[in-house]
């Protein structure tokens, strides 16, 4: 299995902040990652796949970069609403894998 | 739109087997290149995948998990089937189905998901 690494677990920020969280994979997976905004009691909510495609209706503060086994989510002014837990998840090879998630929390 | 609709019970008992259904809407599971996976999430942990079936009935399965879960699709009815055996109580999760599709040379990654359904395990 690809071990999905994210850090840091907890980051503690202001509105208006740029945040950027990172997620390494134990191995390549090319471009093909993911990244998720949760909410308590939410289901996860798809932000960026394909590494830096945004998804339809996410905000443009949101951002993805990466290739090969290094990835990393930017949030380029923190909202109040963008207080939450991100994950990564490889769909590089089975089992798709996800990060442990980043809680981000305010300052 | 896609929606997804996680059912099933709210309480086993350890040793019994836990039988899910996610019924959605707005998509068809016999159009080339759509799959629907089963994630589930224990309280307060990260999410873990633990299943897939394909348009075509490919299935793939999570390694840890593959000899306690069954999924099957009912294309007339818009539902697929989770089952797992010999539940026990770190079995205790949200369990959420969610859609895939292929998006040009793009597929693995879950666009649309249900709003998940807890099952706790105990006797």
């Known amino acids: 299995d690809i071990q999905m690494t994210q850090s840091p677990s907890t980051l503690s920020a202001s509105v208006g902040d740029r945040v950027t969280i990172t997620c390494r994979a134990s191995q390549t997976i090319s471009s093909w990652l993911a990244w998720y905004q949760q909410k308590p009691g939410k289901a996860p909510k798809l932000l960026i796949y394909k590494a830096s495609s945004l998804e339809s209706g996410v905000p443009s503060r949101f951002s993805g970069s990466g290739s090969g086994t290094e990835f990393t989510l930017t949030i380029s002014s923190l909202q109040p609403d963008d207080f939450a837990t991100y994950y990564c998840?490889?769909?590089?090879?089975?089992?798709?894998?996800f990060g442990q998630g980043t809680k981000l929390e305010i300052k | 739109q896609i929606t997804l609709k996680e059912s099933g019970p709210t309480l086993v008992k350890p040793t019994q087997t836990l039988t899910l259904t996610c019924t959605f809407s707005g998509f068809s599971l016999s159009t080339s290149g759509v799959g629907v996976s089963w994630i589930r999430q224990p309280p307060g942990k990260a999410l873990e995948w633990l299943a897939l079936i394909y348009w075509d009935d490919d299935k793939r399965y999570s390694p840890s998990l593959k000899s306690r879960l069954t999924v099957t699709k009912d294309t007339s009815k818009n539902q697929v089937v989770l089952t797992m055996t010999n539940m026990d109580p770190v079995d205790t999760a949200t369990y959420y189905c969610a859609h895939q599709e292929e998006y040009g040379d793009s597929s693995g990654f879950f666009d649309y998901w249900g709003l998940g359904t807890l099952v706790t395990v105990s006797s």
């Open positions: 998840q490889q769909y590089g090879s089975y089992p798709y894998t």
